[in-house]
């Protein structure tokens, strides 16, 4: 995707004769910038729905990288039904698949003035609780690191073992990922498992994401099932 710049902070698109706007995601120094061979799915945000969501797919190709364009005003409550439904669409297909085609969420990087892009592949999202996820799903992991996320200024870093737990709270993302390096770093082995509040904002979430995407250290390793509710 060469040369595609973002002059606002908002994407205009055509539909059906009248413009919409969707607010993209804000980030910084996002790691990827340019994507060949794409096709865009928009959530825009509409207060007439019941949910306030609207879902476009009309220009998705299966075989193709697929840019999420999610409004950022839209919660996890929100958003997170239709990328499950979206992913689903895609792993279930039958025929014209592509292995090699990913997912994306399209974000604004603020550091370039251009996009940038946070793939979401292999994240499988899961709105029933850990212990219920657990019930069915033997291999989740005890001891381990729960990383909860209650608000932008809420973090709680929980070390799970067996009934036991050492929980320490942050009132930032940055404090919090030193919690989690620390206790990974006197922890080899536990894998770190996500729990975001429903009612967090699209924009947060991608912030807090892109950042704990960034952790330099080998033994922070994250699940891909990560838990809304």
């Known amino acids: 995707m060469k040369h595609l710049y973002l002059l606002l902070l908002t994407c205009l698109l055509a539909s059906c004769g009248n413009k919409r706007t969707l607010l993209l995601p804000q980030i910084e120094n996002a790691e990827i910038n340019e994507l060949h061979d794409v096709s865009h799915a928009y959530l825009f945000y509409d207060e007439t729905k019941e949910d306030s969501v609207d879902l476009n797919r009309k220009n998705l190709i ?17 958003a997170i039904p239709k990328i499950k439904f979206l992913q689903d669409k895609k792993r279930n297909a039958k025929m014209h698949k ?5 997912n994306y969420f399209t974000c604004n990087d603020t550091s370039i003035k251009n ?23 033997k291999e989740l992991q005890n001891p381990m690191i729960l990383f909860k996320v209650d608000t932008f200024n809420n973090y709680t870093i929980q070390k ?3 009934q036991q737990q050492l929980s320490l709270v942050s009132e930032t993302i940055d404090k919090a990922i030193e919690d989690l390096i620390r206790i990974t770093d006197n922890n080899n082995n536990l894998v770190t498992y ?8 699209f924009q947060d979430y991608i912030l807090i994401k892109s950042k704990l995407l960034k952790i330099e250290s080998d033994l922070v390793v994250f699940d891909n099932n990560e838990f809304i509710y």
């Open 194 to 201: 996500l729990k975001f509040n429903p009612k967090l904002s």
């Open 115 to 137: 996009l940038g892009f946070l793939e979401f592949t292999d994240t499988y999202y899961h709105t029933l609780s850990l212990n219920e996820y657990s019930k069915d799903n």
């Open 160 to 162: 799970v073992t067996g």
């Open 98 to 102: 592509n292995e090699a085609a990913k």
């Open 62 to 78: 299966s075989t193709t990288n697929w840019l999420v364009n999610v409004d950022k005003r839209l919660t996890l409550e929100q």
